[in-house]
């Protein structure tokens, strides 16, 4: 049920307006270039490790993956990496701007490719998280900050389940 419309380079245009992005990339369509620009851009040195594990999160288009599925993924595709280092990469690549974390619960960390503003369906009964298709959702009242903070962004995660039959 995720969302493959958006194209590889869609996904990246908002690492040219990051603070941590030194230059925008120049991608060309060919993902393990793009990827490495990504890197470079970010101010990423484009190890091979960064380059295996870019290339499966950013050659499928839009996608949430959890460190699991990840280091699954690379296991399947004989990148060898260990489960730490998935984490690691994941965490450096979300420091960057590269990935946007979403937290289902206390136990389950999500990994999106789209960093743009958007919101999230959690599908409970298998364990799924989609895009909320609708770019004009909107808080209608903001909580009061505390003295000294500002607010860095908002996640809203609506979670439903299969309806049950009476």
Aim: net charge negative.
């Amino acid at each position: 049920m995720n969302d493959n419309r958006s194209s590889f380079s869609d996904e990246t245009t908002a690492l040219s307006n990051s603070p941590q992005g030194s230059r925008p990339p120049a991608m060309n369509g060919c993902p393990w270039h793009d990827v490495n620009e990504m890197l470079q851009a970010a101010g990423l040195r484009p190890t091979r490790q960064r380059m295996a594990l870019g290339w499966l999160l950013f050659g499928k288009g839009a996608r949430h993956l959890t460190a699991e599925m990840l280091y699954e993924e690379a296991t399947l595709a004989k990148v060898p990496v260990s489960l730490a280092t998935v984490y690691n990469t994941l965490n450096q690549l979300t420091d960057a701007g590269l990935l946007r974390q979403v937290s289902v619960d206390g136990t389950k960390t999500y990994f999106d490719t789209n960093v743009s503003t958007h919101h999230h369906f959690y599908l409970e009964n298998n364990h799924e998280l989609v895009d909320i298709p609708d770019p004009h959702l909107a808080l209608t009242q903001m909580p009061e900050v505390p003295e000294g903070y500002e607010i860095a962004r908002i996640d809203m995660v609506v979670r439903l389940r299969k309806t049950r039959r009476g």
